[in-house]
């Protein structure tokens, strides 16, 4: 009997140093997420917060409280939902081999789920030669990702440069909202994964980890692009310009 006050203050003390790590925990776990090292959206964010609350649970060991506990709970059961959904998302997304073609390139950044919700805003067109996907000096807004086929630019009626396969068109004229500053003519039959680009600007403004996945594949292919054009212009050099009426 002498023996069950000495254990029982042990436990106390153990369920308060395990309810002062809970609290550590939380501090910690939002301090990082305000440095921008973790995301609400990840892994680690949500289990930080079941250790967290596991901890602070216990501690109530020492002195219930209901409302604490219905807090702890909530976070738990919250917190478990988010990882459900985030495994669900990342292992029952599927794609086509189009789409598979596309983030290859240019989304390999982004999380299955991210760039599933991006794709939703495209779909596969299919161009006949001589097809004017996009005309010079024109404001609409085109978009899209040369899955097969050629494409032809010309400017002023003169060939400048011919995009292929993994190429993406009309990004500077979507990003920057002016008016193309070339035409681009399909010279073969041309599949190209096309964006609805009102739906992509919509998705884009609410989530800024898939604008910048964008942007960077923008510039990635806009300096290919300019690469492959001062190649063209060289070869140009050489042999009689090529003028298309």
């Not at 939002?30 to 090292?37: A, H």
Request: with cysteine; proline share 3%.
């Amino acid at each position: 009997m002498l023996g069950l006050p000495v254990e029982l203050n042990w436990l106390l003390q153990l369920a308060t140093t395990i309810g002062v790590i809970g609290a550590g925990l939380y501090i910690l776990n939002y301090f990082i997420l305000q440095l921008g090292f973790i995301r609400g959206s990840g892994v680690f964010y949500p289990t930080l917060n079941i250790a967290a609350a596991s901890c602070v649970l216990i501690s109530m060991f020492e002195n219930f409280n209901l409302a604490g506990t219905i807090i702890q709970l909530a976070y738990i059961s919250i917190s478990v939902m988010g990882l459900l959904r985030g495994y669900l998302a990342r292992h029952l997304v599927r794609f086509s081999e189009d789409e598979k073609q596309f983030i290859s390139h240019y989304l390999d950044t982004l999380k299955p789920h991210q760039a599933r919700k991006l794709l939703n805003t495209a779909e596969i067109k299919d161009y006949a030669p001589g097809t004017t996907l996009i005309s010079e000096g024109n404001t609409k807004d085109f978009l899209g990702f040369i899955l097969s086929g050629q494409t032809t630019i010309l400017k002023d009626g003169r060939v400048i440069n011919q995009c292929g396969p993994d190429e993406i068109l009309g990004e500077l004229t979507f990003g920057l909202g002016q008016p193309a500053t070339a035409s681009v003519l399909a010279t073969h039959p041309t599949r190209c994964l096309v964006f609805d680009s009102e739906r992509l600007c919509r998705l884009l403004r609410r989530n800024r980890h898939m604008d910048d996945a964008l942007k960077a594949a923008h510039f990635k292919n806009t300096r290919q692009k300019l690469l492959s054009s001062n190649n063209h212009t060289v070869r140009a050099q050489k042999r009689p310009a090529v003028v298309v009426a």
